[in-house]
């Protein structure tokens, strides 16, 4: 049973970290070691059992540090359990239908032979960094559509996965 998973994100301002530390946190319940870390901390990927990956979504792509962390370890990845997340919309949709994968992490997905992806709703309150988050928040269309139920159960059906392997 693979005992040691990283939960690796690249975020902004914040909201995706959280995600990927609720992960980390369930499946440390799960009897795992789990560490979530910004993707372009990690020094080696190969030092992990299993892999998840992160990044929030900005202008139909995946956040760049989660993009840079998939081709830097793309090896590694590619032989061990792999499942990817997004986050980003900021409305409900996420909760209510199925969001497919942005095109470039639908590349990644089969390219590592990723078992599983799921976008989550976003998050961006005030105080965010970037000028188009302000231009979003002075529209009023900010607010927290993270579900953490959701989020809770993808991360424990993954602990369940990695107990079967």
Request: charged letters at 25%; one cysteine or more; proline letters at 5%.
């Amino acid at each position: 049973m693979p005992t040691n998973v990283l939960v690796a994100y690249g975020t902004t301002n914040g909201s995706t970290a959280e995600i990927a530390e609720t992960i980390a946190e369930v499946l440390t319940k799960e009897g795992m070691t789990a560490e979530a870390l910004p993707a372009g901390a990690v020094p080696d990927a190969a030092a992990y059992d299993a892999v998840v990956v992160g990044g929030g979504l900005y202008a139909g792509h995946w956040h760049k540090e989660a993009r840079r962390f998939v081709r830097r370890h793309a090896k590694a990845l590619a032989e061990r359990p792999l499942w990817l997340f997004s986050s980003g919309p900021l409305d409900p949709s996420a909760s209510e239908r199925d969001i497919p994968p942005v095109p470039g992490v639908k590349r990644a997905m089969a390219r590592l032979d990723a078992r599983e992806h799921v976008t989550f709703g976003g998050c961006l309150r005030e105080g965010a960094k970037g000028w188009v988050a302000r231009m979003i928040l002075r529209n009023g269309k900010g607010g927290d559509f993270r579900d953490f139920e959701r989020i809770e159960a993808w991360a424990a059906k993954i602990g369940h996965e990695l107990t079967l392997v």
